[in-house]
């Protein structure tokens, strides 16, 4: 009974191929986040999806796509691999637009572009 | 742009020992949450602060939001090995999506 879940875990790969990330949440909630966080571990919000609808686009390069089937799915297309899109990206859920906007998050998916 | 700058970056103790760890900004929040990332795991939410001047207590973990809701604190009382981890403090503002995270703080206790 996962609340958010991955997939793949981990993902090796060669610069210039295309690959995509699932991410499910069985919470009910309205939000759903992409986060990349670097070998600094930083964590840098990509994009967010209110009810399907895309709220947030922090300056991805376009060869990162989005797509939200439904409310508890949010996948993530990459085109083009580069060696600096190797990270760890994070998937998250949220409540809808609360107060609080805590944040629950997913295993996460280890890119390693070679 | 609203920034959270946590410090120290890096922190290493002895079992038994006390550390705070500070989390600052020049941007007003709505409410201030701390997460705790274990190696391969995603973040966990710890706590969420609301009202300015808010202490809320998590067993040895005592999280304090500053009176002008621009800064907070995690004090951590006889730190165990079982504290090691990231710590993350974030903001956000009511009514939008958008949780701006500081850099975090790596706590290692030693046994």
């Known amino acids: 009974d996962t609340a958010v879940s991955q997939t793949p875990k981990y993902l090796v790969t060669q610069m210039g191929n295309d690959k995509s990330i699932k991410c499910e949440q069985n919470?009910?909630?309205?939000?759903m986040y992409w986060y990349k966080q670097d070998s600094k571990k930083f964590l840098k919000i990509m994009f967010s999806?209110?009810?399907?609808?895309?709220?947030i686009n922090e300056t991805v390069p376009n060869r990162f796509s989005p797509k939200s089937p439904d409310k508890a799915h949010l996948n993530l297309h990459i085109n083009s691999l580069e060696l600096g899109d190797s990270a760890v990206y994070f998937c998250?859920?949220?409540?809808?637009?609360?107060?609080?906007?805590?944040?629950?998050f997913g295993p996460g998916t280890r890119l390693t572009v070679l | 742009t609203q920034l959270l700058e946590q410090s120290p970056q890096f922190l290493s103790i002895q079992e038994g020992e006390n550390l705070t760890v500070y989390c600052n900004s020049s941007?007003?929040?709505?409410?201030l949450q701390w997460y705790r990332q274990e190696p391969g795991e995603g973040p966990v939410l710890l706590v969420t602060?609301?009202?300015?001047?808010e202490v809320k207590k998590l067993k040895r973990l005592t999280f304090q939001f500053g009176d002008a809701r621009k800064d907070s604190s995690l004090h951590i009382t006889a730190a165990q090995p079982g504290d090691t981890g990231l710590y993350l403090c974030?903001?956000?503002?009511?009514?939008?999506?958008?949780?701006?995270f500081g850099a975090g703080t790596r706590l290692f206790v030693k046994a």
């Open positions: 999806y209110n009810n399907k609808e895309l709220i």
């Open positions: 941007s007003v929040f709505s409410s």
């Open positions: 602060v609301v009202t300015g001047g």
């Open positions: 919470l009910g909630h309205d939000t």
């Open positions: 974030a903001g956000a503002n009511t009514g939008g999506f958008k949780t701006i």
């Open positions: 998250a859920s949220s409540h809808d637009r609360g107060r609080y906007n805590e944040q629950f």
